[in-house]
């Protein structure tokens, strides 16, 4: 495989469920990052690794929680998500000081 | 507030006609410029970046074109083409390994 992918590419959730979300890249890349895509918003920034260590946390409530075990895996754990967080869950990665970032084909999520 | 703006939710053009999309910032030690192109479904795909030492870069039909002191860049492409419709969103980063910050994108339909 090549690129960034992610898995699921679909998810429904109730609120008290307990789900988490893959991202792997396959670029040679050592920054990963996750954005959150709501309707008719910008793209947020959630969270932010370098070389594994988190650089970046944008006010993310703890509900969210990312793990990054190594350079070319990112995951989000989600826990007691709100209806208000129903959105396209977006990966990206990049190289260390670079601007590009490439994206992955996103996970939508629906919180009931 | 946001940073990144894009005023115009939507453009049409018609097919081989030049299609301009703006975008403003209110940040000036922004340094880095990007655009990235998103269908439905599937992830943001970078499209074409400028760096401000420049104020135009060109790469086949696509040109991004910045003015600093109007602190403005517009993507021009020509000419536009029916696979050419999606979301284009605006984004710009600081100097170094920094966060992206996007616009809110505006939807550009070619009418053949």
């Known amino acids: 495989e090549t690129g960034v992918t992610q898995t699921p590419r679909h998810l429904v959730m109730g609120m008290t469920n307990k789900k988490s979300l893959k991202c792997e890249q396959h670029l040679g890349h050592n920054a990963m990052y996750w954005y959150k895509q709501s309707a008719k918003k910008p793209l947020e920034l959630m969270f932010v690794?370098?070389?594994?260590?988190?650089?970046e946390n944008n006010s993310v409530p703890s509900r969210f929680s990312p793990e990054c075990p190594n350079s070319s895996h990112l995951f989000l754990h989600l826990h007691t998500l709100q209806p208000e967080d129903s959105a396209l869950y977006l990966c990206?990665?990049?190289?260390?000081?670079?601007?590009?970032?490439?994206f992955g084909p996103g996970t939508r999520l629906t919180v009931t | 507030d946001q940073q990144v703006k894009q005023n115009s939710p939507s453009l049409s053009v018609q097919e081989g006609r030049i299609s301009i999309l703006n975008c403003d910032y209110t940040n000036s030690m922004f340094d880095y410029f990007l655009w990235y192109k998103k269908y439905p479904a599937e992830g943001p795909t970078f499209l074409i970046s400028?760096?401000?030492?420049?104020d135009k870069n060109e790469d086949g039909r696509f040109t991004v074109f910045l003015n600093k002191s109007a602190k403005h860049l517009s993507l021009h492409i020509v000419p536009s083409q029916p696979g050419d419709s999606a979301v284009y969103f605006c984004a710009a980063s600081l100097t170094g390994n920094t966060p992206l910050v996007f616009g809110k994108g505006t939807r550009l339909s070619v009418i053949a």
């Open positions: 990206a990665s990049s190289h260390a000081g670079g601007h590009e970032q490439y």
């Open positions: 400028i760096s401000s030492i420049k």
């Open positions: 690794y370098n070389f594994k260590e988190q650089t």
